[in-house]
T-cell receptor, first 114, second 115 residues
Framework: SQQGEEDPQALSIQEGENATMNCSYKTSINNLQWYRQNSGRGLVHLIL?????REKHSGRLRVTLDTSKKSSSLLITASRAADTASYFC??????????????FGTGTKLQVIP | DAGVIQSPRHEVTEMGQEVTLRCKPISGHDYLFWYRQTMMRGLELLIYFNNNVPIDDSGMPEDRFSAKMPNASFSTLKIQPSEPRDSAVYFC?????????????FGPGTRLTVL
């Protein structure tokens, strides 16, 4: 089963509004990452938050992590039409060959209407 | 840096044919990953390499799939024979770190259609 499950599956907002996406996972993790995928393109890394961190900022992005609830949220403030994309959370925790394997969630499709 | 390079970008083939997808990772990255993305199953990790050695191939769906990494700058994913259910976008990604920092850099993908 998927380690990460994003919620909602789809989100449509007006330009300038904030967008919040949530990710829940099942097992303990070492870190959690958020990626963006524009239509027809590969994934692009946005931000990484470690298990001992609770909040992290990068530009208009704010990520929170609650390990007790096994959940994370990604907030995009003052959204722009260019933010239209799918957003995936990825968890790293299972040790495989000494490497912390990254498992991707199902994604949230964000549409920002100009 | 040119980023991760994949070829071809699009491939259309007939059922039963052999398909070979190619990937050139970012120079200096010692991890390479192959993913498959479909609407039904999302993004699935097929196999990954560390220093050209396959580490975990538990995601490879069947014996029809095989992957090689003959050197640090080249990897292939081969499907033989191909089937319509193999139709998907295949991504290659590379990473230069293990442990706590696992940012992966993705290529543009190869869209495979098996008729």
């Amino acid at each position: 089963s998927q380690q990460g499950e994003e919620d909602p599956q789809a989100l449509s907002i007006q330009e300038g509004e904030n967008a919040t996406m949530n990710c829940s996972y099942k097992t303990s993790i070492n870190n959690l990452q958020w990626y963006r995928q524009n239509s027809g393109r590969g994934l692009v890394h946005l931000i990484l938050i470690r298990s001992n961190e609770r909040e992290k900022h990068s530009g208009r992005l704010r990520v929170t992590l609650d390990t007790s609830k096994k959940s994370s949220s990604l907030l995009i403030t003052a959204s722009r039409a260019a933010d239209t994309a799918s957003y995936f959370c990825a968890t790293a925790g299972a040790i495989s060959g000494g490497y912390q394997k990254v498992t991707f969630g199902t994604g949230t499709k964000l549409q920002v209407i100009p | 840096d040119a980023g991760v390079i994949q070829s071809p970008r699009h491939e259309v083939t007939e059922m039963g044919q052999e398909v070979t997808l190619r990937c050139k990772p970012i120079s200096g990255h010692d991890y390479l990953f192959w993913y498959r993305q479909t609407m039904m199953r999302g993004l699935e990790l097929l196999i990954y390499f560390n220093n050209n050695v396959p580490i975990d191939d538990s995601g490879m769906p069947e014996d029809r799939f095989s992957a090689k990494m003959p050197n640090a700058s080249f990897s292939t994913l081969k499907i033989q024979p191909s089937e319509p259910r193999d139709s998907a976008v295949y991504f290659c990604a590379s990473s230069r770190d293990r442990g706590l920092y696992n940012e992966q850099f993705f290529g543009p993908g190869t869209r495979l259609t098996v008729l």
